[in-house]
T-cell receptor
Framework: GAVVSQHPSRVICKSGTSVKIECRSL??????MFWYRQFPKKSLMLMAT?????????EQGVEKDKFLINHASLTLSTLTVTSAHPEDSSFYIC???????????FGSGTRLTVV | QKEVEQNSGPLSVPEGAIASLNCTYS??????FFWYRQYSGKSPELIMS????GDKEDGRFTAQLNKASQYVSLLIRDSQPSDSATYLC????????????FGGGTRVLVKP
């Protein structure tokens, strides 16, 4: 089945620094990837839709200058949290779909802690 | 705003019993429905997808879809302690760029 590899799984960074999270589709081409954030005991909230070769589409309330998304190839999308603050601490998860009729496969998630 | 609603639980079921989870959605033109299982600290895993009215069975899991009533349910037969997790209902809208809207999740506890 489809596999989405996400790295790192955990990261601790200092307030004010930037963190990059990578997601790769290992055995399929993902023209679209989705980035979610999940707070403890809450559901997944879609942050943005990442489209290969074009600008990401951000959900309402998500700052595009703070959460930079790059989807440079059909198998790689990155999310960079810039000038991170403690309130950005969360579980970030990417997702991709192999094709029409297929389910959405999730990466393993990245636990970001900003201290 | 389009919504997907689930009871947060916890839904406590004895081992071997049937766990029944429900999900309602507000967007009448939704076309694809998914159930995911999420263990604490892990990312969601796809259990079932369903696109047409009726039942769809896969092992111990059965998804039921009723588009007229705008609900989708998941039955877990012969529940095992390893089924203890949060179950997320997700809906794909027809004209929403393939993105999913998730419900808040139902926490299931299977007691030995």
């Amino acid at each position: 089945g489809a596999v989405v590899s996400q790295h790192p799984s955990r990261v601790i960074c200092k307030s004010g620094t930037s963190v990059k999270i990578e997601c790769r589709s290992l055995d399929f081409q993902a023209t679209t990837m989705f980035w979610y954030r999940q707070f403890p005991k809450k559901s997944l909230m879609l942050m943005a839709t990442s489209n290969e070769g074009s600008k990401a589409t951000y959900e309402q309330g998500v700052e595009k200058d703070k959460f930079l998304i790059n989807h440079a190839s059909l198998t790689l999308s990155t999310l960079t949290v810039t000038s991170a603050h403690p309130e950005d601490s969360s579980f970030y998860i990417c997702s991709a779909r192999e094709g029409e009729g297929a389910g959405y496969t999730f990466g393993s998630g990245t636990r970001l802690t900003v201290v | 705003q389009k919504e997907v609603e689930q009871n947060s639980g916890p839904l406590s079921v004895p081992e071997g019993a049937i766990a029944s989870l429900n999900c309602t959605y507000s967007d009448r033109v939704s076309q694809s429905f998914f159930w995911y299982r999420q263990y604490s600290g892990k990312s969601p895993e796809l259990i079932m997808s369903i696109y047409s009215n009726g039942d769809k069975e896969d092992g111990r899991f059965t998804a039921q879809l009723n588009k007229a009533s705008q609900y989708v349910s998941l039955l877990i037969r012969d529940s095992q302690p390893s089924d203890s997790a949060t179950y997320l209902c997700a809906v794909k809208e027809r004209a929403a760029g393939n993105k999913l809207t998730f419900g808040g999740g139902t926490r299931v506890l299977v007691k030995p």
